[in-house]
T-cell receptor
Framework: AQRVTQPEKLLSVFKGAPVELKCNYS??????LFWYVQYSRQRLQLLLR??SRESIKGFTADLNKGETSFHLKKPFAQEEDSAMYYC?????????FGKGTTLSVSS | NAGVMQNPRHLVRRRGQEARLRCSPM?????VYWYRQLPEEGLKFMVY????????ESGMPKERFSAEFPKEGPSILRIQQVVRGDSAAYFC??????????????FGPGTRLLVL
């Protein structure tokens, strides 16, 4: 079955602390994975995609096919990183989303 | 570029009424996708359309739901005889034509439907 699992509903960290938002997937083919972010009162927007291997706003994510994971990491969290983060898997036409993790960064 | 537009942003309907949700894709985009987000859940794919064609409706409930994307005007998601379980956020996304569904999907702000 095609599935994306984000085990943490809420992650609270202090400013300057490292952040890791977990994402595991189940997919029989060659996966294409994304992280989307939704800031308060804003629309869902693409943060990064694994095929680009880029770093956006200090965030990186590496696809680990052995562990079927695509965890999102940032070495030093900022208060403006507080948002809802969704991991997504492209399966043909559709994107399959996890349930999301709320990241709360406090000073 | 104003981005993907959806209206209304909030819609309240009584059981048995019809709900019509509209989505205007980004300028130059000819592919539209509809997703539904139930409370405490992730977004679930419903349907993928191109102008005047439904390409993939594998996520659409078999009854009461329909979608269209006419040659002119916005894409419409129509829910007939709404029930309380239809209460959700409905998101539209669009992508440019070049790569089809392989392209990045850009999301609208969503329509929050509440069925009383």
């Amino acid at each position: 079955a095609q599935r994306v699992t984000q085990p943490e509903k809420l992650l609270s960290v202090f400013k300057g602390a490292p952040v890791e938002l977990k994402c595991n997937y189940s997919y029989s083919g060659s996966p294409e994975l994304f992280w989307y972010v939704q800031y308060s009162r804003q629309r869902l927007q693409l943060l990064l995609r694994h095929i680009s291997r880029e770093s956006i706003k200090g965030f990186t994510a590496d696809l680990n096919k052995g562990e079927t994971s695509f965890h999102l990491k940032k070495p030093f969290a900022q208060e403006e990183d507080s948002a809802m983060y969704y991991c997504a898997l492209r399966a043909g036409t559709a994107l399959i989303f996890g349930k999301g993790t709320t990241l709360s960064v406090s000073s | 570029n104003a981005g993907v537009m959806q209206n209304p942003r909030h819609l309240v309907r009584r059981r048995g009424q019809e709900a019509r949700l509209r989505c205007s894709p980004m300028k130059g985009h000819s592919h539209v996708y509809w997703y539904r987000q139930l409370p405490e859940e992730g977004l679930k794919f419903m349907v993928y359309l191109q102008k005047e064609n439904i390409i993939d409706e594998s996520g659409m409930p078999k009854e009461r739901f329909s979608a269209e994307f006419p040659k002119e005007g916005p894409s419409i998601l129509r829910i007939q005889q709404v029930v309380r379980g239809d209460s959700a956020a409905y998101f539209c996304a669009s992508s440019p034509p070049a790569g089809g569904p392989k392209e990045t999907q850009y999301f609208g702000p969503g329509t929050r439907l509440l069925v009383l």
